[in-house]
């Protein structure tokens, strides 16, 4: 089983993307959903994969997070609560995740070795390659995010 | 060429006919006249020219011979004699049809449904058999859904449904059959041994498709309804050919081509003609509405045809096939009768009719002989069919049989009771001064007279039809032995 | 011989060729001009006839050919005719032409005589047929139709509601039989062989086949001779049947069709004999004749009356044939047919003068119609059995038979029936012709000479005959041992007197009165139950109405509507239920049909890993 | 070491969120919360081509490129769709619109 650092990337991963679908605000669920996709790039990282973490970084926590933002901009939020179709769903996705799990066991995946990688050379790789290109990243959100919440906000006064 | 001829010219007239009604109304019962008695004429010449015995004619044309899907065409007495109930019934229904309206549209049906009707006959390869004998069902469809009754498209779904699902296990008979010979021509097939448990299986899926459209107890309720709505001379193609159909299916395809499988299920057979003879006969006795009383005793025939079948000697098949003539001159003429009443009362119902020979003493004379043929008069075609049948099968199955006699006490019950009711007796209040309650134009009443004309013909002198396939007969009959 | 053939077979072609001709010159052109082709057809037949009677030798005329063949069965046809069968068809022919001739007087206001006398002539035509017949099959065809001519001529009045029930009785009653019989003939094709009377006959005598086979086949065959015949119980339909002409009743249900049972039993009196089933012919044969004369002595119509007769005489040749003794049975056939045409026949000129049927209606008709009233006496005396005349020469030869035959039971009914003939018949006299004329009697006038004449030409028949008797039994059957019991004769002959004195003293003096018997709840019952021949009629309507009807072809209609229909119909309700249930799925709704998504990928994924 | 991992913890993890991807595609009533739901089975997907790829060969990795960028195009089109739906519709509420049902 993982060591403590990936019981804590599992929690944030579940927990933002719980958030993603239950916050009452559309505009913090879109935060959410940022957090989740930025920390799957994490995971790839993890994986020894730069490349495919960048482009999640990029394509995901980027682009796709910024039409989800104009449209929400665009539509405004609506959150309307679940119509108890909630339990079906919750019993379908257990269902899932049980099987998926009880497979992944049942499979022979684990007779094979499996790499594991030093914070060193994750640091390094992150640093080195991808710091400016996340920070530049990290300023759009952030500017996205500000107009969004300012036209949300505006569009409530206005009704 | 006759063969292929007395199958596509009907087919290649028939747009004729709808168009030429644009032209003249009368265009299209002329065409229809001229086709039967094409027809007729050669049916003539086939059993003029007929040797005796065996396939005669045959015509053979390639059409995707890798799955010996090839129109073969052949005639032996039997279908000879049936080719006569061909001709002759599309003669006497044009005739009885010759005021009906939309006549463009009716003859249209009536033509293509005659071409397929002769290639159900006529066909020896298996796969156009189960073509033409499913082309026929579209003409009914429509004839019983455009000129039927109140409830038509009721009848004439139910029909549709019940005759076309009994096809599909047809059908699968036909495809199981072909998977493990490999062909579908009559010839080949009667040469090759098959496993009797695969026989066994091909016998009863076939035989549900011919039950179905003979039909038989517990398979029959499509046809009161389908007679009730249908207009009278279509119900005649439904008693005459339609079921005569399944009665030759059963026989050519399935008693002809598995002697020993119909041995084993000879008993069930039986079974189910008495069964199909009593529980028509008691159906029949419950009846009020007169037409559908004559659909069960229409029933109760087929039963005795079956019957005759069941009985796996050359005595039983001559004795069905004659009931099968028999049958459909008898209850051909009856329909009629029972329309033409309903057309001049109003009624269909046996309790509000009384009296009517008192006003129409002609039409219901010819009534009171069609009536006395269905019980099995001597000297018309209803006895000497159930003399055959019952002494074939007495003669077969032995002191069980002796019971089978019962069924035509039965059966003068129902229909003397009938006559009895609606008949004779005082005429009604009601029918006193009916404007409707005349006598036929004589146009209409000589199809009468040609069933009555012929089933005392075939009943005098019953070797007429009998000569005709004895031989052939004789010679199938050694596969039982 | 050849010739012969040729003869016979024209007899039984002309009387269905004048039919036809009667019929089509009757409808095309004067109506009563059938009358001159029937009379003409009848001549002729009978002359025929004749002629074949005085030509007949030794041997019988034999023919035979090939109706049809189908599979192994080859289906004969041909004639035999000997003596028996030539007596027979000349007491078709003769009272046939006597009778047609009497129904120019009798049918005079008809509308459609051509219809008449074409069901006459072909009734004529298939009796003539059916007694030349030589084998079961013919005899089965003429013989349906002789049947189906008592049907329409019973029902000759059609447009009368009681003549067509009474039609319809009688079709389906002697069709019930006549099943029967067809079965038998059926039983016998196939296990014996044949069907040719000779050669069932010669199969008995060689004792070819088991009794208990042989039995079986005589009993199926019996049946049908019971209902033709009208015995118990398949009697009913003959008291109906004189719905009909009365001339009808006088030619097919008392003089010939009605015989056609005791023909047939008497044709195969060998094979009968040989399968023991004689003793089962007698009983029946004495149990009908008690019923039948007991309720001829309390009904009240004429013609029911002389039904009963008819009833009770063909009882009595059963009872001949069942006792072993055919010549006396078929004696006794001739007189009866003679005997009972005239009574008959009397009676229709009686019914067709006063247009009434209840003879207590009438009464004192002697005055108006003194002819008739003495033609009829000698019939009476002739059904009574009083010494001059033939009926008493045949009957009394029948009770002998029976008491030589020795079965108690057989001769105590028999002996009853044959006595109380004269005391029915002197009641319908006396109560007809004898007393104040009633207001129907006065209108009465002496009938036509054209109705009178047959009626003398059958008087003289019946004293005629006897001086003839032994040519006639010689004729028939060779050489005959008749039992004579002289204390047996003086017994009948006493018992029948005291019954004509008590008949004499209640009908015609009129010192007994009935009426305080007839007001007594017992002797009403009694009277009652005699009347209408011990109710079984009513059983067997009873038995067709709720039990056939009412129970079985109601219960298979139920069925047929709720079960066999009901399960076709059935089918095509339950897909439609369950497809509109499996619609619903459809909601349109992305949600859901992400949910049917998910949990088919799950159960794909169980699948796989479990299957 | 950061992230020391069995592969079952990995599998566990891509498990894991793609039930909740599931879960919140089957509950939710907002178009857009759908669209995040896909997004992250989505993810789950790619994840376990990542983590399969790691312990093998490059191939799921390249394959995990394309799943992105036909992901991006989804979430484009998809939210198009979204704002045309809004646009007609006046909310995004996905089971008011039934006009498949027959």
């Known amino acids: 089983m993982g060591n403590v650092y990936f019981w804590i990337i599992y929690a944030v991963v579940i927990g933002s993307a719980i958030i993603a679908l239950e916050a009452t605000s559309l505009l913090w669920a879109a935060v959410s959903f940022v957090v989740l996709l930025s920390e799957i790039a994490l995971v790839y990282f993890g994986l020894n994969m730069p490349v495919l973490g960048g482009v999640q970084l990029a394509i995901y926590a980027g682009g796709v997070t910024i039409l989800v933002l104009f449209a929400i901009m665009m539509i405004g939020e609506s959150y309307k609560k679940p119509e108890g179709k909630a339990v079906k769903a919750i019993v379908l996705s257990l269902l899932l995740l049980i099987l998926g799990t009880f497979f992944s066991f049942l499979s022979a995946i684990d007779t094979l070795p499996f790499k594991t990688f030093s914070t060193e050379v994750l640091g390094t790789v992150f640093v080195e390659k991808y710091s400016f290109f996340t920070i530049v990243l990290g300023f759009i959100v952030s500017a996205l995010l500000y107009m969004a919440n300012a036209i949300i906000t505006k569009k409530r006064e206005a009704k | ?481 | 011989m050849e010739k012969l053939v040729w003869i016979t077979y024209l007899t039984i072609g002309i009387f269905f060729l004048g039919s036809i001709s009667a019929f089509l010159i009757g409808k095309f052109t004067e109506r009563w001009n059938s009358f001159w082709v029937a009379v003409l057809t009848g001549l002729i037949g009978f002359i025929l006839t004749c002629y074949i009677a005085l030509n007949l030798g030794e041997h019988p005329i034999v023919h035979k050919f090939n109706w049809f063949t189908f599979g192994s069965f080859k289906i004969p046809l041909g004639i035999y005719v000997d003596s028996l069968s030539v007596v027979m068809a000349l007491i078709a022919t003769g009272i046939g032409f006597l009778d047609i001739v009497f129904s120019k007087g009798y049918m005079e206001d008809d509308e459609s005589p051509h219809r008449y006398y074409f069901e006459k002539l072909f009734f004529i035509g298939s009796m003539v047929g059916l007694v030349f017949v030589s084998n079961l099959v013919g005899l089965y065809i003429f013989w349906e139709g002789v049947g189906l001519c008592s049907y329409l001529l019973i029902g000759y009045w059609y447009w009368k509601r009681s003549a067509a029930e009474a039609a319809l009785k009688a079709f389906v009653m002697t069709r019930f039989g006549d099943v029967f019989m067809f079965a038998g003939i059926i039983v016998a094709w196939v296990l014996l062989g044949t069907i040719n009377f000779q050669e069932l006959n010669a199969l008995a005598l060689a004792g070819a086949f088991s009794v208990k086979l042989g039995l079986l086949i005589s009993l199926l065959i019996f049946i049908g001779a019971v209902g033709k015949s009208a015995q118990f119980p398949l009697f009913p339909w003959l008291l109906d049947a004189m719905e009909g002409p009365t001339t009808v009743s006088a030619l097919i249900h008392a003089a010939t069709m009605v015989n056609a049972g005791v023909y047939l039993v008497a044709r195969m009196f060998p094979f009968f004999d040989y399968s023991h089933a004689l003793i089962v012919v007698g009983f029946v044969g004495a149990l009908s004749a008690f019923i039948a004369a007991t309720g001829a002595l309390a009904h009240t119509e004429i013609k029911k009356i002389l039904a009963f007769s008819t009833m009770e005489h063909l009882a009595l040749m059963f009872v001949a044939l069942g006792v072993g003794s055919a010549a006396a049975g078929i004696f006794h056939l001739m007189n009866h047919a003679i005997f009972k045409a005239l009574l008959f026949l009397a009676a229709g000129a009686v019914i067709h003068m006063t247009h009434q049927k209840d003879a207590f209606k009438l009464g004192g008709l002697y005055k108006y119609m003194p002819q008739t009233a003495l033609l009829f006496l000698v019939g009476i005396l002739a059904l009574a059995g009083v010494p001059p005349f033939n009926g008493f020469f045949s009957k009394d030869w029948i009770i002998g038979a029976t008491y030589a035959y020795g079965n108690p039971v057989i001769f105590g009914l028999t002996f009853v029936a044959a006595v109380l003939c004269i005391a029915y018949g002197f009641r319908l006299w006396f109560v007809v012709f004898t007393g104040e004329p009633s207001e129907y009697s006065k209108h009465a006038r002496e009938a036509y000479p054209i109705m009178l004449v047959p009626l003398y030409v059958l008087a003289v028949l019946t004293v005629v005959i006897p001086f003839f008797k032994e040519q006639i039994i010689h004729f028939l059957f060779g050489e005959v041992h008749e039992p004579f019991f002289l204390n047996l004769l003086v017994a009948t002959l006493t018992v029948m007197f005291i019954l004509f004195g008590i008949v004499f003293l209640i009908y015609y003096k009129r010192v007994i009165s009935t009426v305080k018997f007839l007001a007594h709840p017992l002797g009403k019952g009694i009277n009652e139950f005699l009347y209408n021949g011990w109710y079984v009629d009513a059983a067997i309507k009873w038995i067709c109405r709720h039990v056939f009807y009412g129970s079985i072809a109601k219960a298979v209609e139920w069925v047929d509507i709720h079960v066999v229909d009901g399960a076709v119909n059935g089918t095509a309700r339950l897909s439609l239920a369950c497809w509109d249930r499996c619609r619903k799925i459809q909601t349109g709704d992305v949600i859901d049909y992400l949910t049917y998504f998910v949990a088919g990928v799950i159960t794909l994924v169980l699948l796989i890993l479990f299957v | 070491m950061l992230l020391e991992a069995d592969v079952h913890a990995y599998l566990f993890l891509s498990f894991s969120l793609l039930a909740v991807g599931v879960y919140g595609l089957l509950s939710r009533r907002s178009v857009i919360r759908m669209l995040f739901a896909v997004e992250m089975i989505i993810n789950a997907a790619n994840l376990n081509l990542a983590i399969f790829s790691a312990q093998r060969n490059v191939d799921g990795e390249i394959f995990a490129f394309f799943t992105i960028g036909l992901a991006a195009l989804e979430a484009a089109v998809g939210l198009a769709i979204v704002i045309v739906f809004y646009k007609r519709f006046g909310e995004v509420i996905p089971s008011k619109i039934r006009n498949l049902r027959w």
């Open chain 2, 1 to 481: 060429m006759v063969l292929l001829s007395m199958i596509l010219l009907p087919v290649l007239v028939a747009p004729f006919a709808w168009i030429g009604e644009k032209v003249n109304r009368d265009i299209p019962k002329y065409l229809s006249l001229a086709v039967g008695v094409f027809l007729a004429f050669c049916t003539a010449y086939l059993i003029a020219k007929y040797p005796g015995n065996g396939f005669a004619f045959h015509e053979f044309y390639q059409i995707y011979p890798p799955f010996d899907f090839n129109l073969h065409l052949a005639a032996d007495g039997i279908s000879l004699v049936l080719l006569g109930i061909v001709a002759f019934l599309a003669i006497t229904v044009t005739l009885s049809s010759w005021h009906v309206e939309r006549p463009g549209a009716y003859f249209f049906l009536i033509l293509i449904f005659l071409g397929p009707m002769v290639g159900v006959f006529v066909s020896l390869n298996l796969l156009w058999f189960f073509i033409f004998w499913e082309f026929t069902l579209v003409p009914m469809f429509f004839h019983i859904g455009i000129w039927g009754a109140e409830n038509r498209i009721y009848a004439a779904m139910k029909f549709f449904i019940y005759t076309h699902l009994a096809s599909v296990f047809l059908l699968l008979g036909i495809i199981v059959l072909y998977l493990s010979t490999h062909t579908f021509e009559f010839e080949k097939l009667l040469n090759i041994h098959l496993d009797p448990s695969v026989a066994k299986l091909v016998w009863i899926l076939m035989f549900i498709g011919f039950a179905v459209k003979m039909p038989v107890v517990p398979f029959h309720t499509w046809l009161p309804d389908a007679h009730v709505q249908a207009p009278s001379p279509i119900s005649v193609f439904l008693a005459g050919l339609l079921l005569k159909m399944g009665a030759y299916g059963l026989l050519r395809w399935e008693i002809f081509l598995f002697p020993q499988t119909s041995k084993f299920f000879a008993p069930l057979m039986a079974f189910i003609a008495v069964l199909t003879i009593f529980y028509a006969g008691f159906r029949a006795l419950a009846e009020d509405h007169i037409k559908r009383m004559v659909a069960y005793s229409s029933i109760n025939h087929m039963g005795f045809v079956l019957l005759g079948l069941s009985a796996l000697t050359a005595a039983g098949i001559s004795a069905a096939v004659y009931e099968m003539v028999g049958h459909a001159l008898v209850i051909s003429l009856l329909f009629m009768i029972a329309g033409y009443i309903h057309h001049k009362t109003h009624t269909w119902y046996i309790s509000e009719l009384g009296g009517l020979m008192k006003k129409i003493p002609g039409l219901m004379t010819m009534f009171v002989i069609g009536v006395l043929a269905a019980v099995g008069l001597p000297g018309t075609a209803g006895f000497v069919g159930e003399l055959s049948v019952m002494l074939a099968a007495f003669d077969y199955y032995g002191w069980v049989m002796v019971i089978v006699p019962l069924a035509s006490a039965l059966g003068a019950g129902f229909f003397m009771w009938m006559l009895q009711r609606a008949v004779f007796g005082p005429l009604r209040e009601e029918f006193k001064n009916l404007k409707s309650l005349t006598e036929l134009p004589l146009i209409e009443n000589i199809p009468l007279a040609l069933y009555i004309g012929a089933f005392i013909l075939v009943g005098v002198i019953p070797a007429v039809v009998f000569n005709l396939y004895n031989p052939v007969v004789n010679a199938f009959s050694q596969l039982f032995q």
